[in-house]
């Protein structure tokens, strides 16, 4: 048997679903299965965390389906093995594809896929060196620290760059190809980036497509959508709008999203902040004034229309 040509410490080669505790019971029902993994408060989590993504959300709780019936597989001597749930993740930035991946990773952990159930979030620079003799060692201290749970790949087209001779980072994907294929019952990999490069990237590596067994595509937010993010992330900041604030939000989406580099929910919070700055800035002009929890809580549609967004769109 050929041995691998790369083993992280702490890992088994390979390894069998996670089997039930010593001395309990094993579970014989799907009921008994979320109630003793918990699995589903993670996904009323995922729901609460991220507007939309219907189609998201409905890959994960397919896959979740998966591993739960595998366990009671699993209690009948039917399983074997685990399987492959390497994915990759496609959308726009700000499209939720972390939040996913951290939620995926509690997932796989109480589900007893993976040991620890963290998340190890890299780009290339990560992984890659910029000499002879750097890319290996810095790529197996990486696998070694997501070992156990899941490593996401912000990027991940950028670890191949055919047009450099000299580059090192094809060394970092036979590193990780060997680590999915030999240790996939120990680390989830993720690679996530925008949907045509990263096509064209597994088109370049198919080592590497062929790992990937889930790839789910992140769409972007419509109007409603980002209105309502823009509430829940209001809300967690205790924030709210004041008569006629929602509505000038809606209004600078319209326009914002009609203009170039628009990252759906990172650019609403983006957009949030320079609101709260204006508000402080117009609650400060007034220093002798004693404010009421409704004046530091509550953003004016003057807050938002003094945006440049608005001016722009009058020149």
């Known amino acids: 048997m050929n041995q691998p040509l790369y083993t992280i410490p702490g890992a088994p080669a390979e390894a069998s679903v996670a089997a039930p505790l010593s001395g ?3 579970a014989r029902t799907v009921a008994e299965v979320l109630r003793e993994s918990q699995v589903e408060s993670v996904m009323d989590e995922l729901d609460r965390d991220l507007v939309g993504l219907a189609p998201v959300k409905q890959r994960i709780r397919d896959i979740a389906a998966l591993l739960v019936i595998d366990k009671l597989r699993l209690n009948l001597g039917l399983a074997a093995q685990s399987p492959s749930l390497h994915m990759s993740f496609t959308g726009n930035p700000g499209t939720g594809k972390t939040t996913v991946a951290m939620r995926m990773a509690q997932i796989l952990h109480r589900l007893g896929y993976v040991r620890k159930g963290h998340l190890i979030a890299v780009t290339r620079d990560d992984l890659v060196g910029q000499y002879i003799g ?3 060692p810095k790529t197996r201290e990486v696998l070694k620290k997501a070992m156990g749970g899941v490593l996401f790949i912000d990027e991940a087209y950028y670890l191949y760059r055919p047009e450099n001779e000299r580059d090192y980072g094809q060394e970092a994907i036979e ?10 019952d120990d680390l989830v ?3 996530a980036g925008y949907r045509d490069r990263m096509d064209t990237f597994f088109k370049s590596n198919p080592g590497l497509s062929s790992r990937i067994a889930h790839h789910l595509d992140f769409p972007d937010y419509p109007h409603g959508e980002l209105l309502a993010i823009g509430d829940r992330m209001l809300a967690d900041m205790h ?3 004041g008569p006629g604030g929602r509505e000038a939000f809606g209004e600078y989406l319209t ?3 009609a203009q170039p580099h628009f990252a759906n929910a990172r650019s609403v919070r983006n957009a949030l902040d320079r609101m709260r700055l204006r508000q402080a800035s117009r609650l ?8 009421t929890r409704e004046d530091l809580t509550t953003l004016a549609p003057s807050d938002i229309r003094a945006s440049r967004v608005f001016s722009d769109a009058q020149s």
Not at 175 to 184: A, D
Not at 284 to 291: L, S, W
Request: proline content about 6%; glycine content about 0%; aromatic content about 12%.
């Open 134 to 136: 750097h890319t290996a």
């Open 239 to 241: 924030y709210r709008f």
């Open 255 to 257: 326009l914002r999203l």
């Open 24 to 26: 309990a019971p094993p």
């Open 175 to 184: 590193i990780l190809l060997q680590v999915m294929e030999n240790q996939r």
């Open 284 to 291: 400060f002009a007034d220093r002798e004034r004693e404010f």
């Open 189 to 191: 990999v993720i690679l």
